[in-house]
């Protein structure tokens, strides 16, 4: 008889703080002016789905929850302001411009300086990888004194990461004031196993489907794969590592 359980997703993330690479800040992007001034988060795109207006503000949205649960100690709001003093035509233009060429215009720099005059510090976030893999492995069940049983074990697993391309922009002197990218995963898990007493033709079977490309679609039948991590859990964590990576109080 073929028995599973479903293993709990498990998030690939470390203790230590969240590595942002390629990090790149201004002088004077500092704690101080960062509680002074605010910050507001003016969206987020994905470069790889075609997100519609609704799931670009829900996600926002997220992103400015998590951000501030993380740092009480700053003050952060949403685009609804942003999207009010400008107009919703003139903001999806921008988040266009995030989306297809991943940097503002100066054009959009001037204007959103020129508009937003109670703000400094815009953020963007831009997807700009998200990549969902396939992976089995199969192995021999071993007892307490590390001797084969007979039983084998088959573990399906779907993995997604992503890469998260984070912007702050001071748009009072109309420039890129923080500049990183943080990469984030969450896998699922099945576990299939088969006691050697349901037959050895039921373990010939497993072994087979296992080692030939041929049963791939065998193998998906029997054997499929979980779920895919949903994106919304992988970008909190992306959100409360961007958290972690702003400036503190010394």
């Known amino acids: 008889m073929l028995k599973f359980i479903v293993l709990l997703s498990t998030l690939l993330i470390t203790s230590c703080a969240t590595k942002v690479h390629g990090l790149r800040k201004t002088a004077d992007f500092t704690y101080t002016n960062v509680q002074a001034e ?3 988060i003016a969206g987020i795109v ?3 789905e075609n997100w519609d207006y609704k799931k670009q503000i829900s996600t926002a949205n997220q992103f400015r ?3 501030q649960e993380k740092r009480r100690d700053l003050l952060v709001d949403n685009a609804s302001p942003l999207i009010k003093k400008i107009g919703r035509g003139l903001y999806r233009e921008i988040l266009r411009e995030i989306e297809e060429d991943g940097i503002l215009s100066e054009k959009s720099l001037t204007i959103l300086g020129q508009n937003i005059t109670k703000r400094r510090y815009l ?3 831009r997807i700009e990888s998200d990549i969902i893999e396939n992976d089995r492995t ?3 069940i071993t007892n307490a004194e590390g001797k084969e049983t007979g039983d084998r074990s088959l573990t399906t697993t779907t993995r997604r990461s992503m890469d998260i391309n984070f912007s702050i922009y001071d748009i009072r002197n109309k ?3 923080w500049n990183g990218i943080i990469k984030k995963s969450d896998r699922n898990d099945l576990e299939y196993t088969i006691r050697k007493r349901d037959g050895v033709d039921k373990i010939i079977d497993l072994v087979s489907a296992f080692s030939s490309k041929k049963n791939t679609e065998s193998m998906n039948k029997k054997y499929p794969f979980p779920k895919t991590p949903v994106d919304r859990d992988i970008l909190a964590y992306a959100f409360r590592g961007f958290a972690e990576n702003l400036p503190s109080k010394d």
Request: charged share 15%; glycine share 6%; aromatic share 12%.
């Open 123 to 125: 953020v963007f976030a």
């Open 175 to 177: 420039y890129l004031a």
């Open 65 to 67: 929850v998590e951000l």
């Open 138 to 140: 199969e192995s021999a």
């Open 46 to 48: 994905h470069t790889g």
């Open 38 to 40: 605010r910050l507001t």
